[in-house]
Structures are given as C-alpha cells and as structure tokens.
C-alpha cells in the first residue's frame, strides 16, 4: 500500500540552482520524513516534521507541510554535486509503520 | 553505518534454495524492520518487529520469514516460496515506533542464478 507519491519522478538542475519535490498522501498522518538515497546504498533519514508543523529547516533543506492539501514540499538550496541521489518521503500515522513513497531522482548537472 | 549493519552486501541464491540475509544493531533499539527495493520503486515493507519473540506481517510477506530470538538481531530468510526474489533488500531500525525516523542498514543486494 503507497501513500505518498512523489513528483517529479525525476529532476535535472544545474549546480547551484534550487530543487523543489513534492510529496502528496491520502489519509491523515502523524508526521512525514524525508529521506536521501545514493545508489546502491540504504536511505538516509533528513527531517521529520509533525502533523502540528507547517515548516522546519536542517542546514540548506526546507520541508513544509500543508495537512488540509495533504501536501509536502523538500527544497534543496544551493544545490551541489553531492545532491544527486533518490528523495522519498514516507508518512507516518503515529503506529508502528511508515509507508514510502516511490520516490523522486535527482540529478545535479556540472 | 548508523549503528545498524547488514550482511552481505552481495548475494546469490540458486532456484529452490533458501538464504538469510543477516540484520544486527547495536543501540538497543526495539524496532527493526525490513523492506524490499526493486529498479525504480519505493520501499515495500517485508516484516516488522517491535519487542523480542514478535514480530508482525508488512506488506508482502509472502515468501519469507523472520526471527527476533534477540533485540540486536532480526534474521530475513528468502525462502524457495518466493518466486521473484532478486531485489535489493533494507534492514532498518527505529526508536519510538518510527516517530523520530528511521536508521537504515546498507542494504543486501539479493540475485537468483
């Protein structure tokens, strides 16, 4: 069962532009994570935020929560080389589960 | 690795053949979990566990099978029931029942030859 689907499925942008994903899910949550994954490697928690948040900020990443959209937003800033890699966000409903999303790939171009 | 570590890294397995893919932590954390990857997908949650001798079906279980005999180790057995096993298989680890996010293992890469 997938909750969150993201969009776009894939991202080109040259270094040092910003890159935007989105994450739309269909029933209520408890809170939402972003995760990273390079290739071949396992996910790498970013932020969480809380069904009670609408912003939150870690060093260049931006994540807002709309729960009336049932929407959420990951900027990237400034992006460099070392951001490509998948994005997934994943909802939690406050028991023992996530569900992730499928994903967006991001590419950072030279 | 974040405290959680998976082994190996690369596996083969033989039609009919069972493997174990190998899941340990190191920060007493209750919940462990494992998902499968495939080419361009999400994450499919495979079995849960929140307590030592418990764990609960995810998703698509079918096919495999776990243990939790000890809180740093929760085993995934590939058994010859699952008919599309090659896949990239993820062991993670949570406190709070996922609440402040999950720590990931680095994964095992599962072929069938």
């Known amino acids: 069962s997938q909750q969150g689907e993201e969009d776009p499925q894939a991202l080109s942008i040259q270094e040092g532009e910003n890159a935007t994903m989105n994450c739309s899910y269909k029933t209520s949550i408890n809170n939402l994570q972003w995760y990273r994954q390079n290739s071949g490697r396992g996910l790498v928690h970013l932020i969480l935020?809380?069904?009670?948040?609408r912003e939150k900020h870690s060093g260049r990443l931006r994540v807002t929560l709309d729960t009336s959209k049932k929407s959420s937003s990951l900027l990237i800033t400034a992006s460099r080389a070392a951001d490509t890699a998948s994005y997934f966000c994943?909802?939690?409903?406050?028991?023992?589960?996530?569900?992730f999303g499928k994903g967006t790939r991001l590419h950072i171009l030279p | 690795d974040g405290g959680i570590t998976q082994s190996p890294k690369y596996l083969f397995r033989k039609e009919g053949q069972n493997v174990t893919l190998s899941c340990e932590q190191n920060l007493n954390h209750d919940a462990m979990y494992w998902y499968r990857q495939d080419p361009g997908q999400g994450l499919r949650l495979i079995y849960y566990?929140?307590?030592?001798?418990?764990?609960q079906k995810g998703d698509i279980a079918e096919g495999y099978s776990v243990s939790r005999e000890k809180k740093e180790s929760f085993p995934l057995t590939v058994t010859s029931a699952q008919k599309n096993p090659t896949a990239f298989y993820l062991c993670?680890?949570?406190?709070?029942?996922?609440?402040?996010?999950?720590?990931f293992g680095s994964g095992t890469r599962l072929t069938v030859v």
């Open positions: 566990s929140q307590i030592v001798n418990d764990f």
């Open positions: 935020i809380r069904s009670n948040e």
């Open positions: 994943a909802t939690g409903r406050g028991g023992d589960k996530i569900i």
């Open positions: 993670a680890r949570s406190m709070d029942r996922g609440s402040h996010g999950y720590t």
